[in-house]
Every structure is written in C-alpha cells, then in structure tokens.
C-alpha cells in the first residue's frame, strides 16, 4: 500500500507564494510519476502538473510559468512551488501518484490541503 501526505496548505494573499509538499511511504517502488491536482469550491477535481521519473513535467495552462513541480527520490517527496498565486488558486489540492505508463496519475491519492489565496 501507499500513502501520500500533502503538506504546506494555507492562506496567503494574492501574489504570495506558498510550497506544497507530498509525502509518499510504503510500497512506493515504481510510483514513478507522481502530480498534483486541485479542487477549488464546489467545482470538480482537476489536474494542476506532474513529473515522471525521466524529468519531464507537464502543466495545465492557467498554472503554467506560475508553478513549478519538482521532487527529491531522497526524501520520496515532491513539491508544488506557487508564486505568483491569485484568487482563483483557491483550492483543496491533491497529490497523486501511479506507474511510469499513466497519462495522468490517479492510483494513489492524498488526503489534500487547503490552500486559500485572498485578493
């Protein structure tokens, strides 16, 4: 089994920046794509970045130049810098993770944190 624990929720004000962290323990061998999600209110879960084992990244538009994903394989953790954050940021955001063949990471999920922007 896996578990991902999202850390680094919080409230800032509109052009602050905030770091997501993801956890990942236990079976993690081969959770080589890993990426963040976000949920903003009353709205549908929708996908943010992801990095995969070779590097690359991948970002949704609105988030592009803005958020940066990265991980350490040290510390079985990856990050989510935000700068630049807006309003519409305002989210409950979800770490996720699955294997090196998923277009998108929906295996593993993490419980979320809130990240609240205020204008």
């Known amino acids: 089994q896996v578990q991902l624990v999202e850390s680094g929720g919080d409230l800032v004000q509109a052009g602050g920046s905030l770091r997501l962290s993801c956890a990942a323990s236990?079976?993690?061998?081969?959770?080589?794509?890993m990426g963040w999600y976000r949920q903003p209110p009353g709205k549908q879960r929708v996908f943010v970045a992801l990095?995969?084992?070779?590097?690359?990244?991948n970002y949704e538009g609105s988030v592009k130049g803005r958020f940066t994903i990265s991980r350490d394989y040290a510390k079985n953790t990856v990050y989510l810098q935000m700068n630049s954050l807006r309003p519409e940021d305002t989210a409950v955001y979800y770490c996720?993770?699955?294997?090196?063949?998923?277009?998108?990471?929906?295996?593993?999920w993490g419980q979320g944190t809130q990240v609240t922007v205020s204008s």
């Open positions: 996720a993770a699955d294997g090196p063949t998923a277009v998108l990471p929906t295996k593993y």
């Open positions: 990095i995969r084992s070779t590097g690359m990244t």
């Open positions: 236990g079976s993690i061998f081969g959770l080589s794509t």
